[in-house]
């Protein structure tokens, strides 16, 4: 590349990636039935969120069976962080897969630029890429399988720039309702700062918090070694001396090395 050749940035766009927990252990059948019943939910919460335009006007939509992911106007980001967790949630919790039993979502919400034009290469990106390292890291598989399977149906991953522009500003959820955490993707080399944010806590999530989970020294007897084999959880700081006893707060770090 010479001094006179250059590539405009794309248009930014919101991310939204959903994934059932556990779809692989699901039989065949259930698993035909989890595949429809992901896209009637997510078509049905953000509806009944008050942002259904989101869905109606989604962009480079990628469907792989145990999952979902396209891209949006950024602009209704912080509309989506508002309303939409808590109705999916309530969706989940509602309506069930013919068979196979509750259907869990791991989600991330992310935003930065990506090219959409009508080609082949619409969607593709690092922003892309990042909205699905978040929606596998390691602590959100982690606080999903410690809360209840009955109860808490969906947990929800906000990347720093996404939660610079739709929470800090003010301009959605306020930020005490959202954990700090570094989510880490150790076969991927992933690191980087983002937010949890639990629409109903349960289980274990509730009884001690996500803090005190999460590190290994305070948490529950027996679950030390658990902890430290999938990624050595521990809590770095608390900014303002919160506790979390239950509430997914704001002003809390914690720190996943693995």
Same mark, same amino acid.
């Given at each position: ?34 595949? +429809? ?62 068979? +196979? ?21 619409? +969607? ?135």
């Amino acid at each position: 590349m010479n001094h006179q050749e250059w590539y405009p940035v794309p248009g930014y766009r919101g991310i939204v990636a959903v994934d059932a927990e556990g779809f692989s252990k699901r039989s065949d059948v259930s698993q035909e039935h989890a595949t +429809g019943f992901i896209l009637d939910v997510l078509a049905r919460s953000f509806e009944r969120a008050g942002v259904g335009e989101v869905w109606e006007r989604r962009v480079f939509p990628s469907h792989r069976g145990d999952g979902y992911a396209f891209g949006f106007d950024p602009a209704m980001m912080p509309g989506v962080i508002a309303s939409w967790p808590a109705t999916l949630q309530r969706t989940l919790m509602e309506c069930e897969p013919q068979s +196979g039993g509750p259907l869990r979502l791991r989600v991330s919400l992310h935003i930065g630029p990506l090219p959409v034009d009508g080609g082949p290469h619409d +969607g593709s990106g690092t922003a892309r890429n990042e909205a699905h390292r978040l929606l596998n890291a390691d602590v959100l598989k982690l606080l999903l399988a410690k809360a209840s399977r009955e109860v808490t149906r969906a947990v929800v991953i906000v990347s720093d720039d996404c939660f610079k522009v739709a929470v800090r500003s003010m301009r959605s959820l306020h930020p005490d309702l959202f954990c700090e955490v570094s989510a880490t993707l150790a076969d991927k080399q992933f690191d980087q700062r983002a937010w949890i944010h639990v629409p109903v806590p349960s289980g274990n999530l509730l009884a001690a918090g996500i803090a005190a989970l999460l590190n290994p020294e305070t948490g529950p007897d027996g679950e030390a070694a658990e902890r430290r084999a999938q990624g050595a959880a521990h809590v770095v700081h608390h900014t303002v001396g919160n506790r979390n006893d239950g509430v997914v707060g704001g002003n809390q770090s914690i720190n996943f090395n693995g």
